[in-house]
């Protein structure tokens, strides 16, 4: 129920996914194994809306239906819940994160992957790589 906590045992668990994959890796380069291996996975099981309010206007939010989609309702006619809101998006620390005129900080955008090696470039994510015309039969043959 400790979200501090909760982020460092997260930390701990992607390093030893890391350290295990690496391993993996490494076995698999060096002695050439066709084994499948077996990856690391993580199962995070959380309250849903864990980390956002608790209760808006008397009614349950984190780990009920409220959770989704819009968690705190009327937000630009209800100032109370505009506070909410407000409370909870600081609670991230945006000016962590961004500078004065909301770009991302420089030394954040450093240590982002580039090119072929973000996330959204992997071919199994990112179908215009792989893509290929679709094999369409004449309809009028059916």
Known sequence: DDPQ???????????????????????????????????PMIILRTPKGWTGPKEVGGHKVEGSWRAHQVPVPEVQTNPDHARIVEQWMRSYKPEELFDENGTLRPELKEIAPRNGLRMSANPHANGGRLRQPLAMPDFRDY
Not at 28 to 37: I, L, M, T, V, Y
């Open 5 to 39: 906590l909760m982020h460092k045992q997260m930390a701990q668990t992607v390093e030893q996914c890391i350290q295990d994959i690496h391993s993996i890796q490494r076995k698999a380069r060096s002695d050439g194994s066709p084994e499948r291996p077996r990856w």
